[in-house]
Structures are given as structure tokens and as C-alpha cells.
């Protein structure tokens, strides 16, 4: 019988074909926790007894969520992360270094056919280079610190087949997002998706990342992105799935007229074209997150913005996704257009996406922004709305004070 | 593992993380601040009301988004002896077992809050005896069994020192 992409991933590892809805123990391959989950995962390793990391070249942790400290508790926090990185001889990634999994990807801590555990629930991101990447909690993680394996239950798996190709201006977030909306928030619940088709053959590392990252929100375990015309800075065998391989679902879309797609408030899943949505006013706009601040979402941005002003009583504020992101930007202008058009910089990681520092809004405020979650309270006010769309639809509002359509003002 | 049995608190579809515990009370290490919190958003009566065996009762898919473990720990931390609902997101039902918090998937429940609920874990059988009902839920994986058994993974590893293989199968 054919197998998944999962199936055939986690069969290697377990040295024994495998099929869904099996559970089985398995090694992984690299672990990675934030400052979000990473204190809790150090005090259960110490309670497990833990005195050794499996593997200390194979566990990354990264200060990014509340970075820097806005008080000293979480900069105490961040202090217990130094030491027991410092103690173990693992990677640590500091205040600036960027977004974990963004990390993850730039410095080659995940690779194809990898199992990786991240304490974080954005992890399927990784699947866009054909890793089973999954979140876990602290508890999970540390284990996998002590013992160098997971126990796992065999996802089944989702195909959904993009047909056709995006028109300018529309992006792989507005085509996740459109997906978010049509699948669900757990209509992928417990299970691995794979996005495949002619619509992705195209896309960049970067673009496959956010579509993976907001698999998320589908609810699936893991995500893979078909590896066709990827090109990775290392030679590597594509996983494919076997053309006879079982799906609990398979969804087909034709989406060459996709126009941009808008998350309204309070949920990922409430998704509808822009037009709906298009006038409404805005306070706040921001381009961050792990699911569209690299290079080509600032880009996207800049795009929109070079030679404007943002509009008057707007705020823009943007967190690249990483420090070698940001560099990239400096050196080819885009940061400049964006500083002149009005943005607001501040440090490469998770920023006002996660509310806990730097660019909470206010009660009754509307806020653009290309994160991942709209969840009331989400980004650290429970009175205010919060609007999911791409870099360019952000971009385009922050320029008219309303939400817009980039297409109007390209 | 015993029957528990305490007063339902009811809550809906869709109950996220962020919703349990929001990210800005997650950064410490203070369980009892993070109780003191737990489903503010949601409820602000909660942390106040809640008494300890109390049971958390809600329907699909609670405890999506965020891999945050401090939503199971605030929720144990505040009293709550078992959480009861029609689905779990799968990270929030990993962690709870994880950190010795029960939880039973019961899909066709109908239990109101106030109502004196009993869970006998072993059995999977939750019955709500105000309105004189039973419902089966949904059989936990062995390995979950196990870990559960001990309290959670962490008294799991202490005790074992490994996963142990057999409980997989």
C-alpha cells in the first residue's frame, strides 16, 4: 500500500513501515523551544531528573517571543535560558537573532525527512522543506531533551491541490488564508496536510513557509508543501507521496482569480474576500510574525509604500523575521522606503503578534496585520479587533488609513 | 485512577489558549499567577468561582492555537480535577496528560453548568448526575494511559528513566 509523505517519514525513522493511526516511539532529529516555553521545559527536564541533553548540537533554544525583556521577570527568564544553554553546550539564539523558525531554516537546524519538535505551535512551518515538524508543550519537549525520542500517533492525512497560478498582488498568504477559511480551524485537526499542485510549483522557500505556517490553524499536526522547484543550498532527495497513498480527505481549488483574502475578528477561520471588508478603518498596521516577515513580504511592502506617507493617525510597525532578514533589507533599500514612507522598526522576532511587548493595541482599536491569529486578547488587548491579511494588503491599508485592496494603489 | 466527581463549568466551541490563559501571563514560572488569570478573557468570574474538583466542561476543539503548556497548568493549578469536551486541539491534549490534568473526549454530551458531574477515568464514562445521563468518551492511546497513571511525563520519566516501548503498541 502506497504511503504519506508522514507515513514515509516517520517509517524511517521507526525502522518499520508504519500506516496512520499507529502510535509509535520514535528518535527525532532536533528540538527547539522559545522563551515562551523553554523555562517550563527546562524546569520539567530538571524535575525528570535530566542532567545531559541527548544531543547538545541538536536542541536550539531562541529568545524571541518577549525579546527584548520589557520587565525583569521575563528577563530573569531569559537569564535561566543562558545558563542552562551555557551548562548543556546547546545553540542558543539570542535577543535580535530572530523568529525560531525562521532560524531553524537559515542556519540548517532542519532538513528534509527530518522528525523535528518545536515548543511552539507554529512548527509545521518547517514542513515547506519536507520536514515532519510538529509543536509540542514544555513537558514533551523536555523529554525529548532526556531521551532523544517522542512518542507520536501516525497523523492521517489531508491533499489539498492548488490548481492554476496567483494573480500579481496575491500572495501565499491571501491563498492560506483563503484555505484557513474553507478547511476550518480544526478541520485538519490531529492530522498532516499536504499542499501540492501547480499554484505552489512556483513559490519561494519563504511563500511555502507561510503556507505551511498557517497549517497551524487548521489545526493539523504537521504540514509538507510539495518540494517541486524548491531549491535548497544542499543537494537533497525530494518526499514525495506514493501516488496510491490513502487520504482521509483530498480538496482541489482552481485559484488563478483569487483576489486578497481578510481574517476578520475573532477567529483565523473568518475569512472573506476583500472586498467585504475593504473601507474599514485602521489604527494600527503590522508586518511580523513567523508566518510573513522575510525578505519578500518586506519587499511586498515596500512595493506598496516607496515614494508615500503613511496615512495620517496610522501606525506601522514592522519586525523582520530575522537578523540576517533585516540586513537584507538595509542593503537592498527596502528598509529605507519603508522608514521614509513611516514604518516603525523594532527588534527581529515574534513583537506584537504574541501581546506580550511592544505594540499592544488599544481598547476599541482595528488593527492590519500579517500574523497568524486574530483570537480576541491575542495580541495583548481583549478590546480591540484584529484583521489577518498579506504584507501588501497591510501595506495598502497603513497607506489609506482604511483597509485596501494593494491593487488600488499600485 | 479514581472517579472524580465535582460541579460542571460549561463553555462553548473553540475555547484557543490565548482564551485560557492570554500570552501575556505566560512568562513565569508562578503557577498560582497563572490560575489567578486562567480563562480571563473568557470569563472574568472564573478564577474567583472556580473551587477545587470543579470540573471544566466545553465543546469542540478546546484549547486550540498556541502550544502554550501554561493553559493546562492554569486550569489544574485554579482546582480543575478533569476538563470534559466533544474534541481537544491535540497540543492542548498532549500537554494536559503531560502535566497530570485528565481530560475525556465525550463528543454527544449535553451537560450544564451547576450540574454535579462524576468521570471515572478508567471506564471512560462521564455521568452527569443532576440530569441522570451517561456518556461514554473516546478511548485514550495506552502510552497516554500510562503517562497519566504516573501523574505525568515528568514522574513518568523519573520512574522509568525511557519511554517504555510495550505501551506504544
Not at chain 1, 481578510?262 to 508566518?291: E, K, L, Q, R, Y
Not at chain 1, 491569529?373 to 484584529?386: D, E, H, I
Request: net charge negative.
Amino acid at each position: 500500500m502506497g504511503q504519506t509523505i508522514a507515513e514515509k517519514i516517520i517509517s524511517r525513522h521507526a525502522g518499520r513501515p508504519v500506516v496512520a493511526n499507529e502510535i509509535v516511539i520514535v528518535p527525532i532529529d532536533g528540538a527547539m523551544a522559545t522563551d515562551a516555553t523553554a523555562p517550563l521545559a527546562i524546569r520539567a527536564f530538571r524535575s525528570m531528573g535530566g542532567a545531559r541533553l541527548w544531543n547538545p548540537n541538536r536542541v536550539a533554544l531562541v529568545i524571541d517571543h518577549a525579546a527584548p525583556a520589557p520587565n525583569e521577570q521575563i528577563s530573569n527568564l531569559h537569564g535561566l535560558m543562558r545558563t542552562f544553554a551555557r551548562e548543556m553546550g546547546c545553540i542558543l539564539y539570542d535577543v535580535g537573532e530572530g523568529i525560531c523558525h525562521q532560524l531553524m531554516v537559515e542556519h540548517d537546524h532542519v532538513r528534509p525527512g527530518d522528525i523535528f519538535l518545536g515548543a511552539d505551535s507554529h512548527t509545521p512551518t518547517c514542513g515547506a522543506l519536507g520536514a515532519f515538524a510538529t509543536g509540542v508543550g514544555s513537558t514533551d519537549l523536555a523529554a525529548a531533551w532526556l531521551t532523544g525520542k517522542t512518542w507520536l500517533k501516525i497523523p492521517t492525512s489531508i491533499k489539498i491541490v492548488l490548481e492554476g497560478s496567483l494573480r500579481p498582488g496575491v500572495s501565499a498568504k491571501d491563498l492560506v488564508l483563503f484555505l484557513v477559511g474553507r478547511i476550518g480551524s480544526d478541520g485538519a485537526r490531529y492530522q498532516a496536510v499536504e499542499f501540492t499542485g501547480a499554484a505552489i510549483r512556483s513559490l519561494s522557500l519563504a511563500s511555502r513557509m507561510t503556507l505551511a505556517n498557517m497549517a497551524a490553524e487548521m489545526g493539523a499536526k504537521t504540514a509538507f508543501v510539495e518540494m517541486t522547484g524548491l531549491t535548497l543550498p544542499y543537494s537533497y532527495e525530494p518526499i514525495q507521496a506514493d501516488p496510491d497513498a490513502v487520504y482521509h480527505a483530498v480538496f482541489s481549488f482552481a485559484v488563478s482569480d483569487l483576489r486578497p483574502q481578510v481574517a476578520i475578528p475573532h477567529a483565523p477561520d473568518n475569512v472573506v474576500s476583500i472586498d467585504t471588508v475593504a473601507g474599514t478603518p485602521i489604527h494600527m498596521a503590522f508586518i511580523g510574525s513567523c508566518t510573513n516577515s522575510r525578505l519578500e513580504d518586506l519587499q511586498a511592502a515596500a512595493a506598496v509604500l516607496r515614494g508615500h506617507k503613511l496615512a495620517p493617525g496610522v501606525r506601522l510597525i514592522i519586525a523582520p523575521a530575522s537578523r540576517q532578514v533585516f540586513t537584507m533589507a538595509v542593503r537592498d533599500g527596502t528598509i529605507d522606503a519603508l522608514a521614509e514612507a513611516g514604518a516603525t522598526f523594532i527588534t527581529p522576532g515574534c513583537g506584537p503578534c504574541v501581546g506580550t511587548h511592544q505594540g499592544i493595541p488599544g481598547d476599541g482599536e482595528h488593527v492590519i496585520t500579517s500574523t497568524n491569529r486574530n483570537f480576541r486578547g491575542r495580541m495583548g488587548n481583549p478590546r480591540a479587533s484584529v484583521y489577518l491579511a498579506s504584507p501588501a494588503v497591510v501595506a495598502a491599508s497603513a497607506l489609506r488609513g482604511v483597509i485596501t485592496d494593494p491593487a488600488d494603489v499600485l | 485512577m479514581s472517579i472524580l466527581r465535582g460541579i460542571a463549568h460549561v463553555y462553548g466551541d473553540n475555547i484557543d489558549t490565548d482564551r485560557i490563559i492570554p500570552g501575556k501571563y505566560t512568562k513565569t514560572l508562578d503557577d498560582h499567577l497563572l490560575a489567578s488569570h486562567v480563562l480571563e478573557d473568557l470569563d472574568p468570574e472564573f478564577a474567583r468561582k472556580v473551587r477545587p474538583g470543579d470540573i471544566l466542561v466545553a465543546g469542540h476543539n478546546f484549547g486550540a492555537g498556541s502550544s502554550r503548556e501554561q493553559a493546562a497548568i492554569a486550569l489544574k493549578t485554579a482546582g480543575i480535577s478533569v476538563v470534559v469536551a466533544r474534541s481537544f486541539a491535540r497540543i492542548f491534549y498532549r500537554n494536559a496528560i503531560n502535566i497530570g490534568l485528565p481530560l475525556v473526549e465525550t463528543p454527544d454530551h449535553a451537560i450544564e453548568t451547576g450540574h454535579l458531574v462524576a468521570v471515572d477515568l478508567e471506564q471512560g464514562m462521564v455521568i452527569d448526575e443532576t440530569a441522570g445521563r451517561r456518556y461514554s468518551s473516546t478511548r485514550m492511546p495506552p502510552v497516554m494511559v500510562a503517562i497519566l497513571r504516573e501523574g505525568g511525563l515528568v514522574n513518568y520519566l523519573r520512574r522509568y528513566g525511557d519511554y517504555n516501548d510495550v505501551e506504544a503498541r
